[in-house]
């Protein structure tokens, strides 16, 4: 019963499934999906490393629940960001004065073009940034979610 359900994948594909290519597109294709990361992997490592524009939650927002369910409090060290997984630890360093501070992302943002990851007030602090409310960071990922059992 394996064998016709083997012959009729095979048959189904049009092709073996251990025949080689047959043409040379085929074959370019083959050897490219070989050698090329996965896009899990390249986003993975896109994600360790980040630069953009980080800025200071508005105080309009204190107290409104985040994406992770929490209050937001902005005497907290937690942040925003877009995709990187709820509960993640991140080292974000103040490009100008070299000054960091490890947050944990909390909430989904920021939803302006060009910035990348909104810190709370005391955050905002550590690095220097309270004052002008805005600053060109370094984004690296620490650790990953940190609620999951290993």
Do not use: W
Not at 8 to 26: C, D, R, V, W
Not at 63 to 82: D, N, V
Not at 114 to 131: Q, S
Request: charged content about 20%; proline content about 3%; glycine content about 8%.
């Amino acid at each position: 019963m394996v064998l016709i359900g083997l012959a009729m994948i095979e048959f189904s594909f049009g092709q073996s499934l251990n025949a080689a290519p047959s043409t040379k597109a085929a074959k370019a294709s083959l050897a490219a999906s070989k050698t090329t990361k996965s896009p899990a992997s390249t986003a993975a490592k896109s994600a360790k490393l980040m630069k953009g524009q980080a800025v200071v939650y508005s105080d309009k927002l204190i107290g409104r629940k985040t994406a992770s369910g929490q209050k937001l409090c902005q005497t907290q060290m937690t942040a925003a960001h877009r995709s990187l997984p709820l509960g993640t630890k991140v080292l974000v360093t103040n490009v100008r004065n070299n000054k960091s501070v490890e947050v944990r992302i909390t909430d989904r943002g920021p939803h302006h073009a060009g910035r990348v990851i909104d810190l709370t007030t005391a955050a905002a602090a550590k690095i220097g940034m309270k004052k002008t409310g805005n600053a060109l960071v370094q984004l690296e990922v620490v650790r990953g979610d940190s609620s999951k059992k290993s």
